[in-house]
């Protein structure tokens, strides 16, 4: 190959070749976020790949994979198994074409596809259920039009649907040689599951745990009410692993673990307060969720819909929290939520 192929080959798929014989395919998103780490995990000599988190469905995603499987000299039917950490988009939108190219199952958790279908399914009603959400704590009807529409517009990167085969946390479940101890990580996406070994301390860890950016705490409904609780409960189990290595959903791979865990506990610590001291600001010590949204991010934040809608839902999470350590209420006024801050 010749250079000039080699370059045109990075700009698509940067491949790492991790100490441990795995390989980490960075898989090219359409967002600020850049690539999703999938990981290529050996099995026993000669007997195939388990995917963990192909990507999203995107031309530019498959191009990168099927470049980086011509170069490993391997074809889709040698992966034997897929295993998705969880739910979201760009971890899970590829696993139903990767499906039909292997014949390969699909792993998830119950969770994790119960919000899948209710995104993004034949019946979905989410889309619809968030932005009623987003309306009552204030959000102007052609916002919310824009994040209905922006959800609508994954569908085709999350097609074909997989057919699933469950797996539970608790249970351990063994692929590359290893029987890994299965963990529900929850807050960032319900049903979460998280891989480790003790033996190596090693953790596959999703996005529950990233190095340098501080996952999405959002608040859905139809599951639990305070999904910044229940990432926070999770972030003080996880921060007593012992682990060597951390292998995440994006960025790169990293060994503070634990560091990492109490950071991301003490950033939300600091974003409660700094929310109640906002709130106190405004006129009667009250805003809407929408009004907070905007405070945090910026007015700017409404030009993107991909980014408000994160930016929205984890605002509430963080007021859902407020209010029930008892220093901020949510008053209805006129068929509209409005939070005040208790002084
Ligand atoms: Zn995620």
Redesign the pocket.
């Known amino acids: 190959m010749t250079n000039e192929h080699q370059s045109d080959a990075n700009a698509i798929a940067n491949t790492n070749q991790l100490d441990n014989g795995w390989i980490q395919v960075k898989v090219p998103l359409p967002f600020s976020l850049k690539y999703v780490n999938a990981y290529l995990v050996p099995e026993q000599e000669g007997s195939g790949y388990t995917v963990i988190d192909p990507g999203l469905h995107t031309p530019e995603a498959l191009a990168a994979w099927e470049f980086v499987l011509a170069n490993l000299g391997l074809t889709f039917t040698d992966i034997i198994r897929i295993v998705l950490t969880?739910q979201?988009p760009?971890?899970y939108g590829l696993a139903g074409l990767f499906q039909q190219r292997s014949g390969a199952p699909v792993w998830i958790s119950r969770a994790s596809q119960q919000y899948a279908e209710r995104m993004w399914g034949p019946n979905r009603v989410l889309a619809d259920e968030l932005i009623e959400v987003f309306r009552l704590h204030g959000m102007p009807n052609e916002l919310r039009q824009g994040i209905k529409d922006n959800l609508e517009s994954f569908v085709p990167m999350v097609t074909p649907y997989p057919a699933v085969t469950y797996m539970e946390a608790g249970q351990p479940f063994r692929f590359g040689g290893i029987d890994w101890t299965t963990i529900e990580g929850n807050g960032?996406?319900e049903g979460q599951i998280l891989f480790y070994d003790e033996a190596s301390g090693i953790i596959v860890c999703?996005?529950q745990v990233m190095p340098d950016i501080t996952?999405?705490v959002s608040v859905v409904p139809g599951e639990t009410e305070d999904p910044l609780e229940a990432f926070l409960v999770s972030l003080q189990q996880l921060s007593k692993l012992e682990v060597s290595l951390a292998l995440p959903?994006h960025r790169e791979s990293f060994v503070d673990f634990t560091g990492r865990c109490e950071g991301l506990i003490a950033h939300h610590a600091r974003r409660l307060d700094k929310m109640v001291v906002l709130l106190q600001e405004q006129q009667g010590a009250e805003a809407t969720g929408f009004a907070m949204c905007e405070l945090l991010f910026g007015g700017r934040i409404t030009l993107n819909m991909h980014n408000l809608r994160f930016a929205m839902a984890e605002t509430l999470a963080h007021l859902v929290r407020l209010e029930k350590q008892g220093r901020v209420e949510l008053l209805k006024r006129n068929g509209q939520y409005i939070y005040h801050a208790i002084l």
Do not use: Y
Request: aromatic share 0%; proline share 9%.
């Open positions: 969880h979201h760009d971890h960032h996406a999703g996005d996952p999405n959903g």
